[in-house]
Nanobody
Framework: QVQVVESGGGLVQAGGSLRLSCAAS????????TGWFRQAPGKEREFVGA????????YYADSVKGRFSISRDNAKKTMFLEMNNVQPEDTATYYCAADRIYNSDPSHLRQAGSYDYWGQGTQVTVSS
């Protein structure tokens, strides 16, 4: 089993920055990749970005590319989402997820169903 816990959400003004963390514990050696998803009220959960833990390769949704950045600290088994120039449309609950099955096609990282473990989410609210 793997547990992932998000933290760092809060209220931020448009144009500001916020950093989310995702701490992994348990059988963390089994994690191949971790991803960030978000869900706004009345909307479906959507892919934000993901990172392969080994090489550190990252992937982003077009809506956040250039504004958000994902990194990880292997020693602390923690993933970070640096959010810059946030906008009201970024308001959502942000979820961290862990994937334990390697797939050579990185497009699978954009699918919520590819992930085996999920956190409870952290709320991000951007005021205009």
């Amino acid at each position: 089993q793997v547990q992932v816990v998000e933290s760092g959400g809060g209220l931020v003004q448009a144009g500001g920055s916020l950093r989310l963390s995702c701490a992994a514990s348990g059988r963390i050696f089994s994690i191949v990749a971790t991803g960030w998803f978000r869900q706004a009220p009345g909307k479906e959960r959507e892919f934000v970005g993901a990172i392969y833990w080994g090489p550190g390769t990252t992937y982003y949704a077009d809506s956040v590319k250039g504004r958000f950045s994902i990194s990880r600290d292997n020693a602390k088994k923690t993933m970070f989402l640096e959010m810059n120039n946030v906008q009201p449309e970024d308001t959502a609950t942000y979820y961290c997820a862990a994937d334990r099955i390697y797939n050579s096609d990185p497009s699978h990282l954009r699918q919520a169903g590819s992930y085996d473990y999920w956190g409870q989410g952290t709320q991000v609210t951007v005021s205009s």
